[in-house]
């Protein structure tokens, strides 16, 4: 039985997607993986296909959710890295959850259960709030990566982040466990990067990851040009990614 992972935090533009498709993509070499994108922009849609999210029209995460079958909505994009898609129709869910509101929150977590056995690891990419999809996708996790930004308005979202994390563990009698937070975008120019990474390192002592994701322009272009092992260049864009990988893998095993 392989493990689900959520990548998330509440706030916005802090490498969730990126980190989501990298990170599937790189244990893809080695692992069977499935990425669920669970956030209606579609972007680790785009990012992992490079095709139009329109594409996949009626053939996504929230149809698998309405059957709680996923299967005929699961995109092959190499032998060990799959992918079910979304579009902007997932902001429709909370209708579906309306529906039967006493399982409402457990709706992903039905659904990926047909094929949780069939993956090593399955990733969900989490939108930006704290609003129903974000809830599902804790609910269906047996690990969460808390993605931080090292900007003042990230760190500030963290501890509502987590004290969520610890809510929805609580409540629903999970098993869920906060697999680290993981610092992304670091511009080690800056004094407030290194600041802000001290202050948590204090104040979450062995949670957070010991991988730092440096800001590399390489990284954005991924999200255009797909991701490439052809030169130097991505080599060093996917080196600390291949670190936090490694480590990602010793936290969850052991």
Known sequence: MGSIISIGNQKGGVGKTTTTAITGYLLSKKYKVLCVDFDSQGNLTQFLTQRDIHDYSKMTILEACKNRNPTPYIRKLTYNLHLI???EMLATLPMLIHQNPSKGSTVLKDTLHKVKARY???LIDL???LGEHTINGLVA???AIVMLQCEPMCYDALDK?????FHIKEVKKLDLVICGILPTMIDSRTVIDKTIIDRVRREYEGVVFRTEIK???RIKEFSITGIQ?????DTAALSNYRNF???LVQRVQA
């Open 161 to 165: 982040y987590i004290a969520t994390i």
């Open 120 to 122: 090593d690891y399955i």
């Open 141 to 143: 996790s047996d690990y």
């Open 85 to 87: 898609p979304a579009d």
């Open 127 to 129: 939108p930006p709030n």
């Open 245 to 247: 990988v490694e480590e």
């Open 229 to 233: 092992e052809y030169s130097n260049t």
């Open 215 to 217: 800001r590399r322009n």
